[in-house]
């Protein structure tokens, strides 16, 4: 069997060509972070040959996706995190079952696919674009939101969920289930007679339910002392035009910053395999984080070497 060269991992580097030439070279096992958003199916063309998206079905493009998808799961690190953002769009005709007019739901299916081929879904973050491009469209709903997929390969992965904290509204408090289950009338079909709460707990809880959103858990595994709480699964950060860049698709350098620092540790290496513009390597430079990348367009990669202020192409 022809061997494929396999390249040495060198940060501050973009590799320009096609994803899967480029990716199957990489070192199994050596990416702490993949932060990433591909080419979308069906939507905008950047007029550059060969590039992902314009395939004749939905179903070709699933199934790259898929090989692609595989080849991710290499090349990650076991405690690793790959964030994927990845929207959709609607069939302009049938493809085979699928009918024209239906949003595809690729998401959907591209997420399905992970799953089944071993990755571990952690969440299903949604990017709130508030300012996201208005639609004329009178038969659905304005379209502000898409979809980032929080994928790994097992539960000891790396998360630094203190970086992405937000501060509480009111001041937190551990929620004790006993008194909660007194207050619902269940305490006893639960456990008999062997608790009880009093009338002022039942009270005190009553109140508080109200302001539940700041309960910080139920246990010792919850920090209790600290005034920051778990952000969520909705991520509000607007869209921004970049000046000068001739690229039309990229995603805000805050947004790549928000993964990174909550998915790669201190001196890791992120890893985007669609680099487009470079913001993920901005991101990572901003964080002290290394990077590599990987984008068809020569054209891109250059310009992305000179927004980015250092690097070079391979
Ligand atoms: C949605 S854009 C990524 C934008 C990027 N997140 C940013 O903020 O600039 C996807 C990029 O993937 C590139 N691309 C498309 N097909 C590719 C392929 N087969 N191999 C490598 N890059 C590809 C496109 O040229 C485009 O720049």
Request: proline share 5%.
């Amino acid at each position: 069997m022809k061997q494929k060269l396999q390249l040495k991992l060198q940060s501050r580097t973009i590799h320009v060509g096609d994803v899967m030439e480029k990716l199957c070279r990489f070192p199994t096992n050596s990416i702490d972070c993949i932060m990433t958003s591909p080419m979308y199916y069906n939507d905008i063309d950047l007029g550059v040959p060969g590039a992902w998206g314009n395939e004749r079905s939905v179903f070709e493009y699933l199934s790259k996706m898929r090989v692609f998808q595989n080849e991710l799961l290499r090349v990650l690190k076991p405690r690793g995190t790959c964030f994927i953002n990845i929207s959709d769009s609607y069939a302009k005709r049938n493809h085979g079952p699928i009918k024209k007019g239906t949003k595809f739901m690729v998401p959907e299916m591209f997420s399905s696919q992970c799953v089944l081929d071993g990755w571990l879904c952690e969440n299903v973050i949604q990017w709130l674009k508030r300012n996201a491009f208005p639609t004329s469209v009178q038969t659905h709903l304005w379209w502000n939101m898409e979809p980032v997929y929080f994928l790994v390969k097992n539960k000891n992965h790396y998360f630094n969920l203190d970086a992405v904290k937000i501060p509480r509204l009111h001041k937190s408090k551990p929620l004790n289930r006993r008194v909660r289950d007194a207050a619902h009338g269940r305490l006893e079909a639960r456990f008999g007679k062997k608790y009880r709460a009093s009338k002022k707990e039942i009270r005190q809880f009553k109140q508080d339910i109200r302001k539940r959103a700041d309960y910080t858990g139920f246990n010792s595994r919850y920090d209790n002392t600290k005034n920051d709480k778990n952000p969520g699964c909705l991520l509000d950060i607007p869209v921004k035009v970049v000046p000068g860049l001739s690229h039309v698709a990229y995603y805000p350098v805050e947004f790549a910053e928000w993964f990174i620092k909550c998915g790669c540790p201190k001196n890791g290496i992120v890893l985007d395999p669609f680099l487009g513009s470079g913001t993920t390597a901005i991101a990572a430079e901003n964080l002290g984080r290394q990077w590599v990348g990987i984008e068809l367009s020569e054209k891109f990669a250059a310009e992305s070497i000179k927004r980015i202020g250092v690097g070079k192409l391979a």
